[in-house]
């Protein structure tokens, strides 16, 4: 019995062992499938170019060069966003190991602002049918376009010369420079060029900028200047049909047909697409790129720097509640470290610490609306100049929405105050004034009264009997001055 035990114990190890052994090939053979598997990594940019795409964008290109990936293609649909933002990208793609396709997709999408200049810095430029691109030209810090960007209906003396145009060597003083020119049959240079100082750098500096990543590529140079000057769009048929981009793709697959065998320009050199057979594999935003784009959006980071500061606040005013402080200091940090990615403008993130300051002191020692009235327009003003960018912006409704609440709770504190100041004293000695006694010896003049208790030094210029109910008329220090109760109820 005991030798059959053994055998079936040896059986079962033995079995045991076969089994280890097949899961163990088995997992081995499969990660040397993966890992000799060629795959194309496919991402997925919606909506404004902000802190969290570019995390998500850069750490897509590593996770791109650890896996080996033949390809990475971008699809993307964007309004624009920050330049910085953008640049940063950009400079990822230009020192990518693996070439990167920026794809303006699904059909209906666009590449504005910001999305022209990436699809202008990838190795393959590609969209979608009834897709389109453009409006590259940058805007204010604070949203709208550079002032000065139309061209004047009369241009002035010296105009030429202030935007860097060189003024013609005959200048007659019956015509113009515009005039000449047509007369002579030569076009005049009419394209954008700003009227300050300031904004003919940025725009010259972004007209450049676009214009190396083209020559780069070896695209359109002069269509991609237009998009940035004056701000011109085209359809993915124009742009193929211009050389702006390299491929119209009907989708992913579409897309990887066309662009094999073909050479694209890297960081070291040229290097030709081998994008035949690749298996798709997606990166999609996770949680972490969801929560920066969620506290990274202005409203949001605004709204938590309210939230921080108004909880500390409570929390100071009434030590060791602990809930408005744990929130307020977690809603704090979550602010300030958005507002580190963020483009805010610090003039206006004091002015609202100073206006939002100012509403506390109104409420802590009412002023009867000066510092209340001040504090609401500062922070109107600081909220409104918060924001750097036109495409992340605080919500006007918002900052109203804020600043109503914050005019209701001072309306609410002098409301309270002035009905205060209406009420008799309840504390102090101007509260003993009206208060009923009762004499605690017969006296006139000098003596003594007992009043909540306590024995009082009293002075009464009628005659006062023991016993005797008495008012308090005033107070002296550390005497009381009474009259009769019931004589004065009765001579009235």
């Given at each position: 019995m005991s030798a059959f035990r053994a055998a079936c114990s040896h059986r079962l190890v033995l079995l045991a062992s076969l089994l280890f052994l097949a899961i163990g090939g088995l997992l081995a053979w499969h990660t040397q499938a993966q890992e000799s598997e060629r795959v194309v990594q496919v991402m997925t940019v919606e909506g404004a170019i902000g802190p969290a795409v570019g995390d998500y964008f850069e750490r897509g290109l590593r996770?791109?060069?650890?896996?080996?990936?033949?390809?990475?293609?971008?699809?993307?649909?964007?309004?624009?966003?920050?330049?910085?933002?953008?640049?940063?990208?950009?400079?990822?793609?230009?020192?990518?190991?693996?070439?990167?396709?920026?794809?303006?997709?699904?059909?209906?999408?666009?590449?504005?602002?910001?999305?022209?200049?990436?699809?202008?810095?990838?190795?393959?430029?590609?969209?979608?049918?009834?897709?389109?691109?453009?409006?590259?030209?940058?805007?204010?810090?604070?949203?709208?376009?550079?002032?000065?960007?139309?061209?004047?209906?009369?241009?002035?003396?010296?105009?030429?010369?202030?935007?860097?145009?060189?003024?013609?060597?005959?200048?007659?003083?019956?015509?113009?420079?515009?005039d000449e020119a047509d007369a002579e049959g030569e076009p005049t240079d009419t394209r954008r060029r700003g009227e300050t100082a300031m904004e003919r750098k940025v725009l010259e500096d972004a007209v450049y900028y676009i214009r190396s990543l083209a020559e780069r590529h070896d695209r359109n140079a002069d269509w991609a200047e237009e998009a940035v000057r004056e701000a011109v769009n085209l359809t993915s048929r124009e742009a193929l049909e211009q050389n702006v981009i390299d491929v119209v793709a009907s989708d992913i697959e579409d897309l990887l047909a066309q662009i094999d065998g073909r050479e694209v320009v890297m960081e070291h050199?040229?290097?030709?697409?081998?994008?035949?057979?690749?298996?798709?594999?997606?990166?999609?935003?996770?949680?972490?790129?969801?929560l920066l784009q969620v506290i990274t959006n202005p409203n949001v980071a605004y709204f938590l720097m309210i939230i921080g500061f108004y909880g500390l606040i409570f929390e100071l005013s009434s030590p060791g509640s602990l809930v408005p402080g744990t929130?307020?200091?977690?809603?704090?940090?979550?602010?300030?470290?958005?507002?580190?990615?963020?483009?805010?403008?610090?003039?206006?993130?004091?002015?609202?610490?100073?206006?939002?300051?100012?509403?506390?002191?109104?409420?802590?020692?009412?002023?009867?609306?000066?510092?209340?009235?001040?504090?609401?327009?500062?922070?109107?003003?600081?909220s409104v100049m918060l924001m750097d960018d036109d495409h992340l912006a605080v919500s006007l409704p918002l900052i109203g929405g804020i600043a109503l609440l914050s005019a209701a709770l001072?309306?609410?504190?002098?409301?309270?105050?002035?009905?205060?100041?209406?009420?008799?004293?309840?504390?102090?000695?101007?509260?003993?004034?009206?208060?009923?006694?009762v004499a605690l010896e017969d006296f006139q003049g000098k003596g003594h009264v007992r009043l909540k208790?306590?024995?009082?030094?009293?002075?009464?210029?009628?005659?006062?009997?023991?016993?005797?109910?008495?008012?308090?008329?005033?107070?002296?220090?550390?005497?009381?001055?009474?009259?009769?109760?019931?004589?004065?109820?009765?001579?009235?």
């Amino acid at each position: 019995m005991s030798a059959f035990r053994a055998a079936c114990s040896h059986r079962l190890v033995l079995l045991a062992s076969l089994l280890f052994l097949a899961i163990g090939g088995l997992l081995a053979w499969h990660t040397q499938a993966q890992e000799s598997e060629r795959v194309v990594q496919v991402m997925t940019v919606e909506g404004a170019i902000g802190p969290a795409v570019g995390d998500y964008f850069e750490r897509g290109l590593r996770r791109a060069a650890e896996r080996e990936a033949e390809i990475v293609i971008v699809q993307m649909d964007t309004p624009g966003g920050l330049d910085a933002t953008m640049r940063d990208m950009i400079r990822a793609m230009l020192t990518s190991p693996v070439p990167v396709a920026i794809y303006v997709s699904p059909s209906g999408a666009r590449a504005a602002s910001a999305g022209t200049y990436l699809l202008y810095g990838s190795h393959v430029a590609a969209m979608a049918p009834a897709t389109h691109l453009g409006s590259a030209t940058p805007v204010q810090m604070g949203g709208g376009g550079l002032p000065g960007m139309d061209p004047p209906e009369e241009e002035a003396p010296g105009d030429d010369e202030a935007n860097g145009e060189e003024a013609s060597g005959e200048e007659a003083g019956n015509g113009t420079e515009e005039d000449e020119a047509d007369a002579e049959g030569e076009p005049t240079d009419t394209r954008r060029r700003g009227e300050t100082a300031m904004e003919r750098k940025v725009l010259e500096d972004a007209v450049y900028y676009i214009r190396s990543l083209a020559e780069r590529h070896d695209r359109n140079a002069d269509w991609a200047e237009e998009a940035v000057r004056e701000a011109v769009n085209l359809t993915s048929r124009e742009a193929l049909e211009q050389n702006v981009i390299d491929v119209v793709a009907s989708d992913i697959e579409d897309l990887l047909a066309q662009i094999d065998g073909r050479e694209v320009v890297m960081e070291h050199g040229e290097r030709t697409l081998d994008t035949a057979d690749l298996a798709i594999e997606r990166f999609e935003p996770d949680w972490r790129t969801r929560l920066l784009q969620v506290i990274t959006n202005p409203n949001v980071a605004y709204f938590l720097m309210i939230i921080g500061f108004y909880g500390l606040i409570f929390e100071l005013s009434s030590p060791g509640s602990l809930v408005p402080g744990t929130i307020g200091v977690i809603s704090l940090l979550l602010a300030l470290f958005a507002f580190q990615l963020l483009p805010i403008d610090y003039t206006g993130l004091a002015l609202i610490l100073v206006g939002l300051g100012l509403i506390v002191g109104e409420a802590l020692m009412p002023s009867f609306g000066i510092l209340g009235i001040g504090g609401i327009v500062a922070f109107v003003i600081g909220s409104v100049m918060l924001m750097d960018d036109d495409h992340l912006a605080v919500s006007l409704p918002l900052i109203g929405g804020i600043a109503l609440l914050s005019a209701a709770l001072m309306l609410w504190v002098l409301t309270r105050f002035i009905g205060l100041r209406r009420k008799p004293a309840r504390t102090g000695q101007d509260q003993l004034i009206g208060s009923l006694g009762v004499a605690l010896e017969d006296f006139q003049g000098k003596g003594h009264v007992r009043l909540k208790g306590e024995r009082w030094n009293a002075h009464s210029t009628g005659a006062l009997r023991r016993g005797e109910q008495v008012r308090v008329t005033a107070v002296e220090g550390l005497t009381l001055w009474v009259e009769p109760a019931n004589r004065t109820s009765e001579g009235t």
